[in-house]
């Protein structure tokens, strides 16, 4: 029989050409190309007086020059908003090349296309711009304050203020035995993926057709963008995603300046044309994410459940807006989690900054809503008295009571808020034993009895992942036997060839080596929507399981034809469909494949089989009128609705008393992405995001001046974990709350390490210090100020005293 490869832990079968250095990557493409340099801005805040390019003109080995004043048409327009919104009032987006005013250091002023990257650099050093500075808007405060503003004709820096609620929480805060209020703050992040961006085009002009390869999350939007900005057709555009060192949510926008200015220019030349972007770039044009400024208020009753919660937040979103609201909704959103809450009001501003764009970042405002939430219940928990667990559990969602709608609000798709499954009271039963969190007592005591400060934090989430409009999946079995699947979606590292493989091989019976899976290649799918908010697994894996269902039913009904057996006595096992009890009447599916396909000429043996004078009823048409050619299945997933997978992490760390240094003595995660694909690679995603938790707790941040300039634009200086600082094992337990929402009963998990790691780690290094953490991330530095600021406290109290 054909094993079973669903729940499996199969290795990644990608893994052997990225690993062994025979990826194929952007810059890896057309070495023949040109290549493109662009002029960036230094001023945060400027208008652009003049641009002199003339010094450029006669340099050798330089093909072209551009500014704004060289774009035409829908080029020389403002980039696409791409999701827009009804309270994003004051929605703007900047043009490929700035025109009149940069509103951040790193907007792109104008490009060089030259023979090699080296001249085109050297080129761009002898464009000459006159500014006029204008004062920069730096950091919420300062947007906050609005004394000047990032576009003049946006009030007060705002974009958007948006409020959703239900129930009464003035009422019900006002009312509550117990009421508590607080500020809390998340600091400016980057994702920061190996593989900066990258763009290659090229134009055929015999065919009218244009070629782009881009390193993008996005393969279809890219698509759409060049035939809107460069005046062709839909079907006149093939974007293919190569291999992709990495996305992390900075390759979702679409597109990127130089995504339209590398096709124009190889449509212009007649060349094709490269651009990669180099990590100094990347620090200061890719966006960013994560800062926002919050206000808690909170009512609640003598065993911590909360009767009221309201909520206020400032969004930092950089000069532009191409995403939209995205981030700041899912914050107001998924910033309940799985707790229960009788009422609830959120209202924020989405607010402009001289600064790069702010668009999602793995995550993509859950941890900033995590951290607001779980900062919450533990400061329940102090203020009563209670064990941490113990107020998170009085809270919970109980399994019986999903489907589970939160009042009105409406989720970043625009559906309704609306849980499909979990079983939270069992995920922290889980959690508990993993760190034996009863006992952790006596571990701090110990530890403080021999000076040492030893803490454990703990987080609760949920995650909306699966999110509309749709995927699709093809399935095609070649007369070989071996089956093609692709799907329109991109991969960056997600483990997609592997998982997608084991649905195929499963839902149609056939070997997992014999399933080839290709993704974002606009040539084979040329409708789909992107790689993002852990939507693959949910998206693509139950479009391609419908597909190999389609493509299993008709090869079913061909066997039933050949064989003269009833459809329901079949079954197919490693690629072989045979009657059930009696395996010596069989057909290949392979053999199924060339029989589909009525041919008039015959290429070699086996198409001889399908030839007019062999098969087929000479009183029926070839082909019947509700049937195709082709062995294969083809079909799309859209769901009503996200899928909301659900998490605990528990984290127990170590402070350093002379140097306030933090390091992590363990870390366990529980997870529940309903139906498991693939364990192994669930556990990889789960890993990574918990690195990324590391580093967005304790060392990642964008450090802005009050000039709009970034002071540590440079692996130098911006500190990410290595692997000394990343827990040395991780404790991995699963939960599996299939979601009815979807066939396989699948929830997303790409995001599921990163969510809760702020505040899980605020949490422990609270716990270990003994006084409130409401800033994140923190430093050795940070937190050794904290010791200084609260010993000094401490000492006037008994002054006072």
Known sequence: MTTKMMGEPVARVEDDRLVTGRGRYADDLAPEALEMAVLRSPHAHARIVSIDVDAVLDVAGVHAVYTYEDLEGALAEPLPLLIPHPNLTHGRTQYALAKDEVNYVGEAIAIVIADNRYLAEDAVGLIEVQYEFLPPVVGIDAARAAENLVHDDVPGNVAATMEQSFGDPEADIGGAPHRLTFDLEIERSACMPMEGRGTVARWDPDLKRMSVWSSTQ??????AAVATKLGLDLSQVDVITPDVGGGFGVKIVHPWPEEVLVPMAAKVLGRPVKFTEDRREHFISSAHERGQQQHIDVGFDDDGRILGLSVQFWHDNGAYTPYGLIVPIITSTQLIGPYKLPSYRVVFQSLYTNTVIVTPYRGAGRPQGVFAMERTMDAIAAYLGKDRTEVREVNFIQPDEFPYA???LSFQDGRPLIYDSGNYPEMMRKAKALVDWDEFEKVRDEARAEGRKVGIGIACYVEGTGVGPYEGGHVQIETSGKVKVSTGLTTQGQGHETAFAQIVADELGVRFEDIQVVTGDTRRSPYSVGTFASRAAVMSGSAVALAARAAKAK?????????EVDVDDLEIVDGI??????????????????????????????????????VGDPTKPPVAEDDEPGLEGKDY??????TFASGIHIVIVETDP???EVSILKYAVVHDCGTLINPRIVEGQVHGGVAQGVGGALYERMAYDETGQLQNASFMDFLMPYVTEVPESIEIDHLETPSPLNPLGLKGAGEAGVIPGAAAFASAIEDAENFTITSMPISPSELYALRLSKATDTATERTNT
């Open 218 to 223: 996005t393969s279809t939007g890219v698509r």
């Open 406 to 408: 939160h009042g009105e």
């Open 555 to 563: 090869a079913l009904r061909l066997a039933a034809d050949a064989l």
């Open 577 to 614: 469909v045979r009657v059930k009890g009696a395996p010596a009447s069989q057909i290949a599916l392979g053999t199924l494949a060339v029989l589909s396909n009525p041919l008039r000429y015959a290429f070699d043996e086996a198409s001889r089989a399908a030839t007019q004078f062999a």
């Open 637 to 642: 997933y859209s769901p009503m609705r996200s």
């Open 658 to 660: 002379e140097t306030a």
